[in-house]
């Protein structure tokens, strides 16, 4: 699987949930639906998703979360 492809997995995660989640939880979700990259992998994901603008950080009480954006939904 491509990289762009597992970046889309991440993006698709966080759409259909339409929920702010953790890297953790997005990790644990991704693994759950058959990912097979490691919880590094997905905060690299993360931090380029958030360069182009396709999510956006949350902070919550005490802990960052990330959602898509508008430009990720497109």
Not at 44 to 54: A, F, K, P, Q, V
């Amino acid at each position: 699987m491509a990289k762009e492809e597992r970046k889309q997995m991440v993006l698709r995660l966080l759409d259909e949930s339409d929920l702010a989640l953790t890297p953790y939880v997005i990790f644990r979700n991704l693994k759950m639906r058959g990912a097979t990259f490691e919880r590094r992998t997905v905060g690299n994901y993360i931090s380029e998703l958030l360069d182009e603008g396709r999510i956006k950080q949350l902070n919550g009480e005490g802990t960052t979360l990330y959602a898509i954006s508008q430009k990720g939904r497109e």
